[in-house]
């Protein structure tokens, strides 16, 4: 069994700035990949950014350049540092991890979520 709690979220004035984490815990080998995703009011969950076990990360188009994401592989943990928030950043975001589990081989892996509302 495998568990993801993202922290982080909350509201935010445009042009602010905040900090998501995101910590996995339980029977984990290895941690392949892990990444962030959102999905706002009516809208299909998307890609915001991901990082694999060597560092290599990649990006949503919108939010290169204002956003970044690291990991933490002795604590499971993966950050993203969100700057320059728009209030099109609004969104649910939801933890991702691919997981090589102790028990039951590679697994995919999402939290809950945490909401992030931008606005004045």
């Known amino acids: 069994q495998v568990q993801l709690v993202e922290s982080g979220g909350g509201l935010v004035q445009p042009g602010g700035s905040l900090r998501l984490s995101c910590a996995a815990s339980?029977?984990?080998?290895?941690?392949?990949?892990m990444g962030w995703y959102r999905q706002a009011p009516g809208k299909q969950r998307e890609l915001v950014a991901r990082i694999t076990s060597g560092g290599s990360t990649n990006f949503a188009d919108s939010v290169k350049g204002r956003f970044t994401i690291s990991r933490d592989n002795a604590k499971n943990t993966v950050y993203l540092q969100m700057n320059s928030l728009k209030p099109e950043d609004t969104a649910k975001y939801y933890c991702n991890a691919y997981i090589a589990t102790m028990i039951q081989g590679d697994m995919n892996y999402w939290g809950k979520g945490t909401l992030v509302t931008v606005s004045s």
């Open positions: 339980g029977s984990i080998f290895s941690i392949h990949a």
